[in-house]
C-alpha cells in the first residue's frame, strides 16, 4: 500500500489531439507531444532489413491485440512517436488510439504511456503516483483496462482515475461548475456537483478542433486552394533571393500521412488567422470583411476572408458547416443534435 508522498505524483492525459504529461502542482505540462502515432507493420522476414534505431521506438507490442486475420500473430507493428513521427517513413500509417473520446486500441496507448515516460519525463513509473485524466463518458470497462496496465506493466505505487470535467472545475478553485470542455475531436458539456460528474447531464457534440480544421481544408479546396505537404516538394534557388519549388516523389507514402501533414497545416492556418466572431455570423454582414493572408510551406501566400470568422462559428452554431462543400450533410446528423445552436 502507498502511504507516503515524498515524491511528486505523475499527471497524465491522453486526448484525441495530444498528449500531455507533468508533476502535479506544476502551472503547465512538462511534455505535450501528438496522441497519433505513426506504424509500420513488421513480419518476421523482414525485422532486420528494418531502418535503424528500433530501439527508439519505445513500443512493446503485444500479439493478438487486435485480431484482424490469421497472419496477425506473425506480424508486430513498430510505433514511431513524438520526434521520430515527424518524418516521412515508406508506408507509415498515422493511427488514432481513441475514437470518439474512447480508446480502441490500447496498444497504442500503452506506447504513449511509456514514450512520456522513459523518453521525456525520464522518470521510472514505479517511484511515482499516477493520476490518469480520462473523459467524464468513460466506461467501467475502460477503467479496468487503464489500472490493470498501469499495475500489472508499470507497476505505480498508486493511482487515481479523475474526469476531466472535474479536473477542470477544481482547478478554477470550484467544486460545483459546469464545464464546457472543447477539445480537439469533440465538445462535452458537463456539470459537476461536489466534485462528482453528474453523467445524466453530459452533452458530447462532435464538433472539435478537428472537425474545425477539416472545416478549413474543404473550405479552402472550394476555392481551388492546394495544401501541399512539406515532404513533398522542395525549395531550390535558380538566383539570389529567387527560389523555385521542385516536386519530390515519394510512392511508398500512406494516404493517412499525407493527409496528416495537410491537416497540420490548415490547423496552423485555422490558429493563425481565424477569431470567433462577435456577434453570430451572417453571410451578408461579413461579405466584405477584411481578407488576412497566410503564407504557406510551398511559398504561395492566400487570402482568408469571411470564412475566418465562420468556420471559429461553426463551435457554437453547428448549422454553418452545411454551408461548406465538402461538409454537406453532416448537420442531418443526429449526433450533431447534443449541442444545439450555443450562440445568443
Known amino acids: 500500500m502507498y502511504g507516503g508522498d515524498e515524491v511528486s505524483a505523475i499527471v497524465i492525459d491522453v486526448g484525441s489531439y495530444s498528449c500531455k504529461a507533468g508533476y502535479a502542482g506544476d502551472d503547465t505540462p512538462k511534455c505535450v507531444f ?3 502515432v ?18 527508439d521506438s519505445g513500443s512493446d507490442p503485444k500479439n493478438g491485440s487486435k485480431p484482424m486475420d490469421v497472419d496477425k500473430a506473425k506480424t508486430k507493428r513498430k510505433f514511431y512517436l513524438g ?25 497504442v496507448v500503452d506506447n504513449i504511456w511509456n514514450h512520456a515516460f522513459r523518453r521525456r519525463l525520464l522518470i521510472n513509473p514505479e517511484e511515482h ?38 479536473l477542470t472545475s477544481f482547478a478554477s ?11 480537439g475531436g469533440s465538445t462535452v458539456v458537463s456539470a459537476v456537483h461536489d466534485g462528482y460528474v453528474l453523467q445524466k447531464s453530459a452533452a458530447t457534440s462532435p464538433i472539435g478542433g478537428e472537425f474545425l480544421t477539416d472545416c478549413m481544408m474543404k473550405s479552402l479546396e472550394s476555392k481551388g486552394v492546394v495544401i501541399r505537404p512539406k515532404y513533398s516538394f522542395k525549395k531550390k534557388e535558380v538566383s539570389p533571393g529567387d527560389y523555385k519549388v521542385v516536386d519530390l516523389d515519394f510512392p511508398n507514402t500512406t494516404d493517412s500521412y499525407r493527409l496528416y501533414c495537410m491537416r497540420a497545416i490548415a490547423s496552423d492556418i485555422k490558429e493563425s488567422v481565424c477569431r470567433v466572431p462577435d456577434t453570430p455570423f451572417d453571410e451578408v454582414a461579413y461579405a466584405n470583411v477584411p481578407t488576412t493572408s497566410y503564407e504557406l510551406p510551398d511559398g504561395q501566400t492566400i487570402e482568408v476572408g469571411a470564412d475566418r470568422f465562420k468556420i471559429p462559428d461553426i463551435l457554437f452554431n453547428p448549422y454553418l458547416s452545411q454551408t461548406i462543400p465538402g461538409i454537406d ?14 450562440g445568443p
Open 83 to 107: 520526434q521520430e513521427f515527424e518524418f516521412r517513413r515508406d508506408h507509415m500509417e498515422v493511427i488514432s488510439p481513441l475514437k470518439d473520446g474512447t480508446v480502441i486500441d490500447w496498444e
Open 34 to 36: 501528438p496522441s497519433v
Open 173 to 183: 478553485g470550484r467544486a460545483t461548475s459546469l464545464v464546457v470542455d472543447c477539445g
Open 329 to 342: 450533410g453532416f448537420g442531418d446528423s443526429t449526433s450533431i443534435r447534443g449541442l444545439p445552436r450555443m
Open 38 to 55: 505513426g506504424s509500420i507493420e513488421q513480419t518476421g522476414d523482414t525485422d532486420e532489413a528494418k531502418p535503424e534505431k528500433e530501439a
Open 129 to 166: 503516483p499516477m493520476l490518469i485524466a480520462e473523459p467524464s463518458t468513460n466506461s467501467g470497462q475502460q477503467r479496468e483496462k487503464a489500472a490493470e496496465l498501469m499495475f500489472e506493466k508499470y507497476k505505480v505505487p498508486a493511482l487515481f482515475l479523475a474526469k476531466n470535467a472535474v
